[in-house]
Structure formats: C-alpha cells, structure tokens
C-alpha cells in the first residue's frame, strides 16, 4: 500500500527564522511526483512545491524549498525568513496510480 | 484566470435530508476530483472524471452518495440522504489531464470547499 507520513502534527518557529517540515512515503512507482500543499484557515488547499522524482535537484520557489532523497524516500519542505502568511496546516502528498496519497498534515505555528 | 468554483460554501441540514454540491473547474481542464476532508485530516478521494466520464469512483459510497459531470464541464456531487458522519467539508479540484498521457503527473487545483454540517 502506498503511504505517506508526517510525523509532526504540529511545529511552531519564530517569525523571520527558518523551519523544516518532514514527510517520507513509500511507493512501487519508479516515476511519480511529490507535492507539498498549504491550507489556511480559509481551507483553500494551494499548491506550495512539487518535485519530479526522476530529477535530483531539489525543487524551489522563492523562500520555499525541499529536500529530496529518493533513496531514503524522503521529502521535506524547508520555509525560510517565516512569515505570519504561512501559517497554515501543509500536507505531504504523492502522485500513485492516478491519485494522490495525502499525509495527515503538520500544523505550523507563527510566533511574531 | 478563474480559479475552482464551488458553491454552497457553508450548508446546513438536518440528517435524512438530501444536499448537493456544485463545482466549476478551471477552463479547459478535463479531470475533476471530489475529496471529502474531516477536520485535521488530508483529503479523501470520492471520485474522479475524465471529462464526462468516472474513472475511478471506488471510494465513492453508491448507496447514497451520486455525482455526475455532464457535458465534461460543471459537476454536481450529491449525497441522499444524509447522515451526520458526513459533515465534512467536499473539495473540488481539477487538472488539466492529458489525453492518453500521463495523467497523474498533472497538478491538482482546489476550490474553496463546502462545509457541510449535519445536525
């Protein structure tokens, strides 16, 4: 079965200071994709980042980026000079089979 | 451009009630998803259309839940009759899709959600 994890329920940083938000997954698909998805309180779900799993650099887009390690099968979101703004809960998810498997998400907390 | 539509935002009704949901993806985007997300939880798969047709709607329970997407634009979830496990909220997404192609490789675009609350 294909699986994701995020084994922080909840991480809270200081505002301007930087944090890693950790997922690992576990899929038999050689080519897949990964994606990191923020929700806010609005529940809008927005795409944040998404990574092809057959290029080895890691992905970026502005103060977001990830870590990649397909060995390990991990896939960790890095926010850098925090900001109120992306206070939110994020969730981990791979593409598998024509649908995506979710994490149960982390929650970050900005401290002003 | 627009993004996903949905509407209602909020509803409430009481249990045995029927309730539908409605929702407008992006334009020119073939595949259209149907997730249920409980509270602190990542979002479910009910189904999944190719332009007008399901191709995966195994997550879907059929006894009272339905949904089409006629003509391949516009969808209509709906649930009768409702139970209170299903207040949820129902998101919406779509992608562009791609016609004989890799379809899971495209990103996923998500309305705002329906709220649903069943008293």
């Known amino acids: 079965a294909q699986t994701v994890t995020q084994s922080q329920p909840e991480m809270s940083v200081q505002e301007a200071e930087t944090v890693t938000l950790s997922c690992t997954y576990d899929?038999?698909?050689?080519?897949?994709?990964l994606f990191w998805y923020k929700q806010p309180p609005s529940r809008q779900m927005i795409l944040v980042i998404r990574q092809e799993a057959y290029k080895q650099q890691n992905a970026t887009e502005n103060r977001f980026s990830v870590n990649f390690q397909k060995a390990a099968k991990s896939f960790s979101l890095k926010i850098s000079d925090s900001q109120l703004g992306d206070a939110a809960m994020y969730f981990c998810a791979v593409d598998s089979n024509y649908q995506l498997i979710w994490g149960a998400g982390t929650k970050l907390i900005i401290k002003p | 451009e627009a993004g996903v539509v949905q509407s209602p935002r909020y509803k409430i009704i009481e249990k045995k009630q029927p309730v539908a949901f409605w929702c407008n993806p992006i334009?020119?985007?073939?595949?259209l998803y149907w997730y249920l997300q409980n509270l602190g939880q990542g979002p479910e798969l009910l189904i999944r259309y190719e332009n007008e047709e399901a191709v995966d709607d195994s997550q879907l329970p059929k006894d009272r839940f339905s949904a089409e997407r006629l003509k391949g634009v516009d969808s209509t979830l709906k649930i009768q009759p409702a139970e209170l496990g299903d207040s949820a909220v129902y998101l919406c997404?779509?992608?562009?899709?791609?016609?004989?192609?890799?379809?899971?490789?495209?990103?996923?675009?998500f309305g705002p959600g329906t709220r649903l609350l069943v008293l």
């Open positions: 334009s020119g985007h073939n595949t």
């Open positions: 997404a779509s992608s562009p899709g791609l016609a004989g192609g890799r379809l899971w490789q495209e990103t996923q675009y």
């Open positions: 899929t038999s698909e050689s080519d897949y994709y």
